[in-house]
């Protein structure tokens, strides 16, 4: 690898963002999720979750095709479950708080929230939303100011507003600068499990099912 490749590689995971996450619950269409890991790369997120509960959707393994995901299948860990409770109790190990966008009378706007914090943005597929056994496990509801005609947001597109809210937030407190939230150690690993991903040059991955 070129020292130009191998530098490019550091100030990426310099960047990476380990307490900032997405949970998709039943989001079947493989191009909104390919969408979705592009963007959550594009931020730094490390690791998102997938959550399938629908009969029809239960498989042993999540096929992700590289073509779909534009490449972001490589720096982006996809964990795959088809049982809420286990999902949701490794989310929570990690993150502190869960946010999901359901209308709710108690919900927030986005950009009152912090998102500079540890957290994990919850959303559900464009037909049904988000599930009332999902909705147990969030701590908050919030969405995203609209004022046309049509108000709603294909699921990729929420996901991409909301993780840039995040973003900006965190670009304000150096977060992507000089107060990177993974000390050395923790970067120098992250490294080399990438370089070992681009080694490979997988053409697809799967995600096996962790329950």
Known sequence: MTPERTAKFRRVVKRRQPNLTVVLENVHDPHNIGAVLRTC?????????????EPQLKEDRLYLSRKTASGALQWVEVHFYTEMESC????KKKYEKIFSTHLSEN???????????????????EHDGISSEARKHVDGNFLI??????ESLNISVACAVTLYEAYRQRKEKGFYDDA?????????????CYLKRHMSKEKHRTAKRQD
Do not use: C, K, R, W
Not at 145 to 150: A, F, R, S
Not at 180 to 192: C, R, Y
């Open 107 to 125: 919900a927030t706007h986005l950009y009152e929230l912090n998102l500079t914090e540890s957290v994990a943005f919850l959303f559900g597929n």
């Open 180 to 192: 990177p939230l993974m000390n050395s150690a923790e970067q120098d690993a992250l490294f080399e």
């Open 88 to 91: 949701f109790e490794q989310v």
């Open 41 to 53: 790369d594009s931020v730094g997120v490390v690791e998102i979750f997938v959550l399938y509960t």
């Open 145 to 150: 100011p609209q004022v046309g005609m049509v």
